[in-house]
Structure formats: C-alpha cells, structure tokens
C-alpha cells in the first residue's frame, strides 16, 4: 500500500465512494497506519464511523494479503519500551509553571534593584520555587533540587553549590525586602486579575518551637492555640483580599495581645495600591470599640 514520496508502510486508503468527510478518511488512514506500526495512540478516536472504517479495511487488507511488508514482530521495533530503564530523571513541570509565575511578576526585577546580584537572584528564585512545590527543611529542599528536580538546569543556577546554609542566606535576604516584595505583588496580582480590594480580612495565628530559644526576642511564651503551654511561640498577622492574595504580613513576639498591632497592619496597608477606603474584616478577639475607632480615623 505505498505511495509515491511515502514511505512504503504508509497507509493510502484511495478513494471510497461512501459518504465520508476529507477528515474522516484522514483519521481513519491514521488508524491503520498506527495499527500496522503497532503504535499505541494517545487519544483514542471518538468518531464510531471512522472506527468502523477502519476496521473493515483492515480486514480487508488482511484477508486480500494487501500489506506490502510484513507485520512488524515486537523485536524489529526500533526501541522496545517494554525493555526501557531509567536514570537520572528530573521533574519540570510544576517548576516550570511556578518559574514562568514569577517572571511574570517581576521577581527579578525587584530583587535587583534591592541590590541582589544575578547568582542571588537565580538561588531565590530557586528556593521560591522549591518551596512552592516541595516544602521541606532547608536540608532536603537541597537534597531534592540536586536529586529530584531538573530546575537549576534553565534557570542556570549550579545545583552542586546548593547547600542548606545558602538556603537560609537566601532566606534572610529575601526577608530583609519582605515589605518591598509584598507591596510589589500587592500590585502586580491586582492588574493581572484587574481586581481591586474593597474587603481585606485581618488576622492572628501563632506556632511554637521546641527547644529553649532562649537568645530569641521574638519566641515567647503566649497563648497557644495548639495548646502548647511548654513552648515558645512567634506569631502571625496576616492581611489577604478576598481573592486570597497576600497584602501584607509581620512576625511578632509570641506574648502579643490580639488587638496590640492593629495600628501597624493599617499603616502597612496603608502603603499598598488599591486599598483606598477598604472594609477590614477581623473576628471579635481584635475588633474592640479603641480598634473599631482607630481603623475608622485612618480612613
């Protein structure tokens, strides 16, 4: 069944006088093409008339010993997957998304004129990646992004100089521009999605340590929610819209009332686009009549 200019195993299904569309005949010489390459489609056809098709004309050919080769056997394939092995493999995808996420959001630019230099630059970018898609300590994220992820290779950032304590560097340092960064994709998220913030929810969470951490301002003894009484805590104030997008966020000591930073979450929020005259959201242990007058007199 060849055809001139074709490689002789090409499948020509001629001219068939029925009433069958251009792609029909198209898909269904796709199919018996597959079929005598002993190839396994990725999508199966959904058409039941090109189906049919197919199967008569390959019973035709069959029968009428129409085949100009004979069928290929399992052992004149060109690469028997049934025999492959792997080494060496790398995951992409999620960290390619999250990578092309934050060239569109403009990490890069913002941490160079924060002054970090391009090496800098690629290892945060790595960490934020690696965090985004496999959360873990500082001593496997290294492990991971040497063993499991293929990212360093476009990003350029040499894998092999990846340890633990440049993890924590890099963390520091992206710490050190935390408000600049948040202020930034405060921005950047609202014209993206073309939202502004009307509503904002405001609120307080707390974790604990183990250990002492007995050179720490910020870890201490606090009201745990997780009831750990034994141990230090930190807390956390977060400011989100209600899309889920992060405006703002502060560590504090972990004896810190409720209602004590209320003031510096609006002066903070104060400083991101879109927020003009927004409604804050906040549950009754922060929202005190000083607190309820404080938000209202900062507009």
């Known amino acids: 069944m060849g055809k001139a200019g074709l490689p002789p195993y090409h499948c020509n299904i001629g001219i068939i006088d029925d009433d069958y569309t251009a792609e029909q005949l198209n898909q269904t010489a796709?199919?018996?093409?597959?079929?005598?390459?002993?190839?396994?489609?990725?999508?199966?056809?959904?058409?039941?008339?090109?189906?049919?098709?197919?199967?008569?004309?390959w019973k035709r050919i069959i029968e009428d010993k129409r085949l100009d080769l004979m069928l290929h056997s399992p052992s004149s394939r060109q690469i028997n997957a049934d025999t492959m092995r792997h080494s060496n493999v790398r995951e992409i995808g999620s960290e390619w998304i999250c990578y092309q996420t934050l060239e569109e959001m403009g990490v890069s630019k913002v941490l160079a004129e924060a002054g970090c230099t391009e090496e800098q630059i690629k290892l945060a970018a790595t960490q934020i990646v690696s965090r985004a898609v496999y959360p873990a300590s500082e001593l496997k994220t290294a492990s991971w992004i040497k063993e499991n992820s293929a990212f360093c290779e476009f990003?350029?950032?040499?894998s092999e100089n990846i340890t633990k304590d440049?993890?924590?560097?890099?963390a520091l340092r992206l710490y050190t521009v935390k408000d600049w960064l948040e202020q930034h994709f405060s921005y950047k998220t609202n014209e993206l999605f073309d939202i502004s913030d009307k509503i904002v929810l405001y609120d307080l969470t707390n974790t604990y340590f183990e250990g002492r951490f007995s050179s720490s301002k910020l870890a201490q003894y606090g009201r745990s929610k997780e009831k750990r009484k034994d141990a230090k805590l930190v807390v956390l104030a977060l400011v989100v819209n209600i899309y889920g997008f992060i405006k703002y966020s502060s560590i504090h000591e972990g004896n810190i009332a409720n209602c004590s930073n209320v003031s510096l979450m609006i002066d903070?929020?104060?400083?991101?686009?879109?927020?003009?005259?927004?409604?804050?959201?906040?549950?009754a242990g922060i929202a005190t009549e000083e607190n309820l007058a404080m938000i209202r007199a900062k507009g």
């Open 166 to 170: 440049k993890l924590y560097e890099s």
């Open 30 to 57: 796709r199919i018996l093409t597959d079929r005598y390459e002993q190839k396994q489609s990725l999508f199966e056809p959904t058409d039941t008339a090109v189906v049919e098709l197919a199967e008569i004309l």
């Open 268 to 283: 903070k929020l104060s400083l991101c686009p879109n927020t003009q005259h927004p409604v804050v959201v906040m549950d």
């Open 155 to 158: 990003n350029g950032y040499d």
